[in-house]
């Protein structure tokens, strides 16, 4: 059975940090590529970082770059995002996803975690 388990969501004020950990069971790592994407209600899913199956190829939508880095521990079989100077307008529930395409679309992804709750205040 496949488990993907997000952790480090939490509250912080306007240019603080987290940093969001994925644990994922169940899948062999290093053979399945991974994404972050975050959603608020009533928005659809929107595709934060993605990253390729041995963490070389990373890429970022374009209103984090610079602030935000994912990357993948394949030997721990965990994902990251580390989050920087946080605006306000980051706040969403935010998934971690695991899939055979490198892409940047939600129906590529075959397995998500439950989300983890990242709010951010001015």
């Known amino acids: 059975q496949v488990q993907l388990v997000e952790s480090g969501g939490g509250s912080v004020q306007a240019g603080g940090s987290l940093r969001l950990s994925c644990g994922v069971s169940g899948l062999t790592s290093g053979t399945y590529y991974m994404a972050w994407f975050r959603q608020i209600p009533e928005k659809e899913r929107e595709g934060v970082a993605i990253?390729?199956?041995?963490?070389?190829?990373?890429d970022y939508n374009n209103s984090v770059k610079g602030r935000f880095t994912i990357s993948r521990d394949n030997a721990e079989n965990t994902l990251h995002l580390q989050m920087s100077s946080l605006k306000p307008e980051d706040t969403a529930m935010y998934y971690c996803a695991a899939g055979d395409l490198y892409s940047w679309l939600p129906r590529a992804y075959n397995y998500w975690g439950q989300g983890t709750q990242v709010t951010v205040s001015s």
């Open positions: 990253i390729n199956r041995d963490g070389v190829s990373t």
